[in-house]
């Protein structure tokens, strides 16, 4: 019996999960951060918490025997995905990251395209003063400097209670979302701009094609750069990768 070891917190990590444990021969455990508090159900062994850095994660993936390591955390989780790749490397154990692909500007979008949330501050017209911030509840502190402007923002949960917030609302929805909620939502606040994290794949990909279609801007945060390793773009790649190792 070879055991698997899902770096999660997305909607791919818990179909791989649901899939991987019906391989002969194959364990699935699934380690999430926490920081959501309340996560999709999942298959399998669930692991909630964080490692302690590399030297941490190296000791996990030892005492629990780990096999195989799939990291199908967030695209923007870039702190475990360099501390995945070094630890499994230590190990001496297979790694693959599974990593849906980004969103595609096309010529109708307007996006104002920056690398990082403080760039994104910075970027946000002058001209636009009730903005939709959609970048989850851990980066909210640098927009409390947007003292002339009102944002709504949506997360799962609530930021921390430490975060000083700007001017503005707080929505705690999960998706997906829908094209005609999007469409509502932006024009029941008079949204005049967008700030987002390029997550890709489908569940908030609503948002951007509403504010094409109202002529909104897009402050879109590019992507981390993510260590060398395997890469596959859907949860059929994942399986098949496991298949040819089992």
């Known amino acids: 019996m070879k055991r698997l070891s899902i770096l999660g ?5 818990v179909k791989l999960a649901s899939l991987a444990i019906d391989l002969p021969g194959l364990a699935v455990i699934t380690s999430l951060a926490g920081r959501t508090s309340t996560p999709k159900n999942l298959v399998g062994d669930v692991r909630i918490g964080g490692f302690g850095g590399e030297a941490g994660l190296v000791t996990y993936l030892q005492t629990e025997q780990i096999d195989l ?24 154990i ?11 500007r096309s010529p109708e979008d307007n996006w104002i395209e920056v690398e990082s949330i403080e760039a994104a501050v910075m970027a946000i017209p002058a001209s636009s003063q009730r903005i939709f911030v959609t970048i989850g509840r851990q980066q909210l502190a640098p927009f409390a400097t947007l003292t002339a ?52 794949g489908d569940a908030t990909y609503a948002k951007i094609i509403a504010a094409q279609e109202l002529g909104l801007p897009v402050i879109m945060v590019q992507r981390p750069i993510v260590p060398d390793g395997e890469i596959v773009t859907d949860v059929a790649g994942a399986i098949e990768w496991l298949i040819d190792r089992l």
Not at 94 to 104: E, H
């Open 9 to 13: 917190g997305t909607g791919d990590a």
């Open 94 to 104: 297979p790694r693959l990251m599974l990593i849906r692909p980004g969103w595609v």
């Open 149 to 200: 402007k009102w944002c709504l923002m949506r997360s799962i949960d609530p930021p921390d209670s430490s975060i000083l917030l700007p001017l503005g609302k707080l929505l705690l929805e999960r998706g997906p979302f829908n094209l005609e909620g999007e469409r509502e939502l932006l024009r029941e606040y008079r949204i005049q701009a967008i700030v987002s994290k390029n997550s890709g």
């Open 69 to 92: 390591l799939i990291d199908a955390t967030h695209p923007f989780a870039a702190q475990i995905s360099r501390t995945a790749a070094t630890a499994a490397t230590k190990v001496g």
